[in-house]
């Protein structure tokens, strides 16, 4: 399938979801920033909007290209108080939202346990609906397949409930299945060594699979999502939307570039088995393949 760019058309989300359009959303901006020098960590503030927007605006091009549908403002943190003080908490209901006339979308940041109340993902789910959200799932904490896990308790917790509404999901990039409820904040590599479990593209494209078997049709990422992994998505789900994105002009599909290079051993590996079965080595032998997350 040759890439195509987008459909022409403008329709709002729900009408998408509705139509059962799969809705790609963009990655990592805070993790990414702060790599790329323009993000201060522990603060996570967003003042790079005004200090570097250029910064901002070519990050978000390239989620763009590589095939998200949805580009969210970088605001988070961004509150008068938690610019000040950085540890307020503020929350908005989504009945005054829904006054705004305008669909809600609300995710949480929470595992299979549930919050911090030990409030279950199935029963958050089901409060959001009743307060008014049309779009539902969980964002951030956690990687791709807990995350998946949590969607399947919201998705069974609104069934029971006999509610309707879209599920969405954006995940870490990162594999975390040794992470406690308060997610990947409290594992010793966070945050500067996490690059160790960052999911592969492979990876992705597994879990872009699974999450639209699952019935979720907002398929995103969070926290260390590279506009690559966004690519995996776009392009695991090219059949169903019924094109590539840009970015894949300059990346066969499962490897398939490689069938030109001058090593046959390198040649061999221009194949989907391969690479779907590959096990990734760390390069690291006296590494834990797990960690103990921090009470």
């Known amino acids: 399938m040759a890439p195509a760019g987008r459909p022409g058309a403008k329709k709002g989300i729900l009408e ?9 959303g963009d ?5 990414t920033l702060e790599k790329r020098g323009y993000v201060k960590a522990g603060l996570w503030t967003p003042e790079a909007v005004i200090e570097h927007p250029d910064a901002v605006r070519q990050l978000h091009m390239e989620f763009l290209r590589a095939g998200s549908n949805v580009m969210q403002t970088f605001t988070f943190s961004a509150s008068e108080d938690n610019m000040e003080s950085k540890h307020v908490e503020e929350a908005v209901g989504c009945g005054s939202l829904k006054e705004s006339d305008r669909p809600v979308a609300v995710t949480m940041c929470i595992g299979p346990e549930g919050d911090m109340h030990d409030v279950t993902p199935g029963e958050c789910a089901v409060r959001l609906v009743k307060a008014g959200a049309s779009i539902v ?5 956690f990687g791709p397949e807990t995350s998946l896990k949590t969607m399947k308790l919201m998705k069974e917790g609104l069934e029971r409930a006999g509610l309707k509404a ?3 999901v954006q995940p870490l990039g990162f594999h975390t299945p040794d992470c406690g409820k308060e997610g990947f904040v409290d594992l010793p590599e966070y945050p500067f060594g996490l690059e160790p479990r960052v999911a592969t593209r492979w990876d992705i494209q597994k879990y872009a699979r699974e999450a639209y078997n699952l019935g979720v049709r907002y398929i995103g990422g969070c926290c260390g999502f590279e506009p690559y992994h966004i690519r995996a998505i776009a392009e695991e789900l090219a059949p169903e939307r019924g094109f590539l994105p840009q970015a894949s002009e300059k990346h066969g599909s499962w490897g398939s570039g490689l069938d030109m290079h001058t090593k046959p051993w390198v040649r061999a590996r221009a194949r989907r088995e391969y690479w779907e079965n590959l096990l990734p080595a760390s390069g690291r032998p006296f590494c834990p393949s797990l960690s103990k997350p921090d009470d």
């Open 16 to 24: 998408r979801l509705e139509s059962g359009e799969v809705v790609i």
């Open 166 to 168: 879209y599920l969405m």
């Open 137 to 141: 799932g969980v964002n951030c904490r």
């Open 27 to 31: 990655g990592s901006f805070l993790i």
